[in-house]
């Protein structure tokens, strides 16, 4: 318990001191996210925006921001910490290396929900956008989370094995940003396209999360309603597929000797 | 003495994306004793760095164990990884938008040390011996090449490791930085106990460190001795013939084999004598061909005139057989000879 602390700790620190070293980039990322919202909410409603229409989109988009960030450091940041040597060391730990991983996706969890934090606020403020606290929403979006992250261990896995797959995870992010209903209603989109959407991660916790959250369900209710379970299957597909993967990856990289090539 | 690495049967075979299969090293035995310098020579792709990252977990043999202080590396990952620290070649090692001190907070912390005090006064020992207590708190990035490579060999160090591997340490820095960390292996091996292995190009100052060495060359060990022992071993092959004035081209030729220089208005042929051609031979070659014989002396290799020497013959041995496996034979006093 102390040993898995102190790794949190640790990197929760490294990555603020990191992300402090960039300040002036995430800073214009930051304003970068928030126009986009705003720009994108326009399109969407031919030019008249009505908050309570704008939550739902919020809440999405705000989802859509923890994909942004595991995605990014599942798959940038792990070819990133390959080329500079960094990932050998991790590697030369004597810490289990799932300990350390899921360390730094905590870390990074912590991290993407300051900035979400931030950026939502800046957002409900100038928009009068409300979007309630309620404690049923937890669960719903831990699990929307681990969906989320399964997605980035399964990408940071073949990263490992392929080096280059910038463009796939870009766009895996952007496939996101327009499949998982946080514009365009899961519903409206053609049948094949819906499928697809709702097999993505995050189209159906966002689905869920908005029942909770906006419309004020209860758990009991999205559960019997089958929504709650399909979404626990999903992510406990995800979950395990993308920890899978990611083993693959460590095993392959190792046999071939690619954790310190780029 | 205790074995600190004991690497057994180790081999590694890549596959190649034709699928071609490269043996990168091949059936590696080597023993290194606790406390020593040990270098690793060889030209480029060699094997060495291979051999090293298996010692680290960092690459998966195709066969064979690697033990650090009796731990086996597949098996025993996490009690292996507690005795090594590793500054690897070409890389960074550290973060360098991260400062001195907090890449030592943070790689001891992932390294497993667990108290904090104890930690930031290892810390703070590493930066003060390297010279790098004033500058702890700048971002790594904005060091000297040397200062950055005296922050990964703190790093490697901050868990307190016995055993040291250091990949190429001395590349790329100026001779300042170079004789620094050279001073500080021969530190950590002689006053600390720790058994340091470095794999270097520079002969020179494997020469000067090493308290054995061993020579690989395509995945292979071509000889694997104490230093002074491989110098001897060749010293006693090499002969010098110091003649007055120059000599004619077609007298040299009594030598094959040999090189002539001039030195201070004498000739001075250097080459080897083996079982074909004695010293008595030489000298009476000399006094036949009517040669103002001056001195007979041992010649002095140094290490890179015996890395050279076994390069040619196992690139000799593979030219003849296609194999250096077949080509080399293995002598009995550990360095493979001519087929």
Known sequence: MVLTGTVLLNECQKRLILLWSYRFNFMLETFMIGFLFVGISFFVSGGRPEPEQMAPALLGYLTWFFAVFAISDMSHGIREETQTGTLEQMYMSPLPSGLLLAGRSVASIFISSGMVILIGGILMLLLGIRIPVRPAGVPVFALTLAGLYGFAFFLGGATLVFKQVNALSNLLTNMLLFLNGSFLTVERMPGWMEAFARSLPSTQGIDVLRRVVLDDMSLASVWQDGSLVWLTVHTGVFLFAGWGVFLWGERVARKRGLLGQY | ?339
């Open chain 2, 1 to 339: 003495m205790k074995a600190a690495i004991k690497i057994e049967s180790l081999s590694k075979t890549f596959r190649s994306r034709g699928g071609n299969e490269v043996e990168a090293v091949s059936r590696l035995d080597l023993t290194v004793e606790s406390g020593q310098v040990f270098g690793f020579l060889g030209s480029n792709g060699a094997g060495k760095t291979t051999t090293l990252k298996m010692a680290c977990g960092l690459v998966m043999p195709t066969t064979g164990t690697v033990r650090l202080n009796g731990y086996d590396v597949g098996r025993q990952r996490g009690q292996a990884m507690r005795q090594i620290g590793a500054v690897l070649e070409g890389t960074r090692n550290v973060y360098w938008r991260m400062n001195a001190w907090q890449n030592l907070l943070y790689f001891g912390r992932i390294k497993g040390v667990s108290s904090s005090k104890l930690l930031k006064a290892r810390a703070e020992r590493l930066l003060r011996e390297l010279d790098l207590w004033e500058r702890r708190k700048d971002p790594v990035g904005e060091y000297s090449r040397g200062m950055q490579q005296k922050v990964a060999i703190a790093a490697a160090l901050i868990a307190d490791p016995p055993i040291v591997l250091l990949d190429e340490p001395t590349l790329g820095l100026d001779v300042q930085a170079s004789r620094t960390v050279q001073e500080w292996v021969v530190q950590l091996a002689k006053e600390r106990g720790k058994t340091v292995v470095l794999t270097t190009h520079q002969l020179d100052m494997a020469e000067n460190l090493c308290d054995r060495v061993a020579i690989m060359s395509r995945g292979q060990l071509l000889a694997h001795r104490p230093t002074g022992e491989l110098l001897d071993l060749f010293r006693r092959e090499f002969y010098k013939l110091r003649l007055r004035g120059a000599v004619a081209a077609e007298k040299a030729g009594a030598f094959p084999g040999f090189t002539a220089s001039q030195e201070n208005g004498h000739t001075v042929l250097s080459g080897e004598v083996g079982d074909d051609l004695s010293v008595f031979e030489l000298v009476e070659r000399a006094r036949l061909a009517d040669m103002d014989l001056i001195s007979v002396t041992p010649a002095e290799p140094n290490l890179e005139e015996i890395f050279v020497e076994l390069i040619e013959r196992a690139e000799e041995a593979v030219g003849q057989d296609g194999s250096l496996e077949r080509g080399a034979g293995h002598r009995s006093d550990g360095v493979k000879s001519r087929g």
